[in-house]
């Protein structure tokens, strides 16, 4: 038995319809739909497909987000994660630990068994997937960057049946190239020759569209229609040879999106504050603002009264959302007004002393499209965003086909989340999972499993602290613990 795992980055399980994405619905009657399915806090790529590969939230495997800042060496540094060249001299300085906890990869080459990445996001998200690939002789291959793939011979037999690597596209263009290169690369070299015990194949759309040109316009939508297609191939290939070879197939997405409305700069909101604010660790910084969509605060100073006073700050300013810091208690956090940051499993040695998400609401863009949030990049209004506390940033695709599963053309109305899926994948692989492992398995979708489900808990948290107010949504199902949403008000 053997796994196929393909992934739409930034794909909102909304936009799923038989116009748009005929081929996701295929897949649908053929298998079931994870109708309550979640990503993990922050809603970010380079903290979501590390918790896929290692079945565990941002407190266990330490990617805190696309960017953080590292203050276990000295002087204190600041680390952008797209950068695939910086994780392998992160990984190799620390021994092996850039995570602290086992990823799929390891476990399957404990096992004997073999993991292949086909990608075409960034080249440190195209590492993350398998950051150990060349230590284990094991495939990973970029749609666009050299650096990021592995071996060198496997690379050249790709390109000498899907092409040259293509370039990556200007960042208005939606990538089509890549996607086209990725899917042939795996249905005519990766598949016939290496034959993986799991594959994940992860196209990088519509999630570099939709920030440029909006979630649901034209440009964005076309792009989905491409990946669709793309993923067309992937599934009659399935119908035809992979489903008789017993290869089960999951498709996903790693977050949502939601509509940037109002621009905003922290930098300027703390400066104003009475702050010295800056965008890396520097003598004349007391602290530093994470570049993104979900606000991450590293004071040089971080004790209990300058945390207090920046949040205080923050919580005046109509672009704060929910915010989080150590805890106080099994609800509050140090500063009032806040969470315990341990609520959204932003609790690492990395996390940022006070985390936060971007105001959002349910107000309808000019799409159509349910969910909208102040936002800071350079990007102008009505793009898409994510990170934060949405619930449409923290939907994602979920879908799973084949023998190991159950009743096709139904959907599971349980929680799940993308730390799900590798226990689930283990489970019937019949390897052995870790114990740093915080998702579940789906016994509820597999096939012959008991028919008993589990129990779900509903929980609220509130904070407050003059007028402002914040709640967080949670549902904990069989063991394992699931963000609904939250808001500030």
């Known amino acids: 038995m053997r796994f196929l ?33 979640r990503t993990i806090y922050p809603s970010e790529t380079r903290a979501a ?28 540094r600041f680390i952008d994660t797209s950068d695939a060249a910086l994780l392998r001299k992160l990984d190799l300085e620390s021994g092996g630990r850039l995570m602290d906890v086992p990823t799929l990869g390891e476990l399957l080459a404990a096992a004997g068994r073999s993991l292949a990445v086909l990608a075409t996001n960034t080249a440190g998200t195209t590492r993350f997937f398998h950051h150990k690939a060349e230590d284990f002789g094991h495939i990973r291959l970029s749609g666009h960057f050299r650096d990021a793939c592995t071996p060198d011979e496997v690379l050249a037999e790709a390109e000498a049946v899907a092409g040259p690597l293509p370039t990556a596209p200007l960042e208005v263009e939606p990538d089509k190239a890549g996607q086209d290169w990725i899917t042939t690369a795996f249905l005519k070299l990766i598949w016939p020759k290496h034959r993986p015990d799991v594959t994940i194949i992860s196209y990088g759309e519509p999630d570099n569209t939709s920030h440029v040109h909006g979630t649901g316009a034209p440009a964005t939508l076309g792009i989905v229609s491409h990946c669709d297609c ?12 992979g489903r008789a070879e017993d290869v089960q197939i999951i498709a996903i997405s790693d977050h949502g999106h939601v509509t940037g409305h109002t621009r905003v700069s922290v930098v300027d909101s703390l400066r104003n504050a009475g702050f010295r604010p800056g965008a890396a660790p520097a003598r004349d910084f007391d602290v530093v603002v994470v570049p993104g969509q979900v606000g991450a605060l590293y004071l040089t100073d971080p004790g209990e009264d300058q945390i207090a006073r920046l949040v205080e700050a923050i919580a005046k300013e109509p672009w704060c959302g929910p915010v989080f810091t ?8 140090i500063a009032p007004g806040s969470l315990g940051n341990h ?57 799973v086909a084949g023998s190991a599963f159950g009743r096709p053309g139904s959907a599971s109305t349980i929680p799940s989340g993308i730390c799900d899926l590798v226990p689930t994948i283990l489970q019937v692989l019949r390897i052995s ?8 398995v789906l016994h509820e979708v597999l096939d012959g499993a008991s028919t008993a489900i589990p129990e779900i808990t509903q929980e609220t948290f509130e904070a407050s602290h003059g007028s402002y107010r914040q709640v967080l949504w949670r549902v904990q199902a069989g063991g394992s613990t699931y963000l609904e949403g939250g808001i500030a008000e």
């Not at 999972?433 to 579940?440: A, D, H, I, L, S």
């Open 433 to 440: 999972r870790p114990g740093t492992m915080t998702g579940r």
């Open 5 to 37: 795992i393909v992934s739409f980055d930034g794909l909102r399980p909304d936009l799923v319809s038989p116009e748009l994405t005929p081929n996701l619905c295929r897949l649908q009657s053929l298998g079931i739909t994870l109708s309550r399915h």
């Open 49 to 76: 497909f590390p918790s896929l590969v290692t079945g565990a939230t941002a407190s266990r495997h330490g990617m805190v987000g696309n960017q953080y800042v590292d203050r276990w060496v000295k002087p204190s």
């Open 326 to 333: 150590r805890p106080k208690n099994e609800i509050e956090g």
């Open 343 to 399: 609520l959204v499993f932003a609790n690492h040695r990395r996390s940022a002393d006070i985390s936060f998400s971007f105001r959002a609401d349910d107000s309808v863009d000019p799409f159509g499209l349910i969910g909208a949030t102040f936002y800071e990049s350079d990007r102008r209004g009505g793009v898409g965003v994510h990170g934060g506390l949405h619930p449409k940033e923290l939907a994602a695709l979920g879908i």
């Open 230 to 241: 793309q993923f067309g191939r992937l599934l009659d290939w399935w119908e035809v040879e």
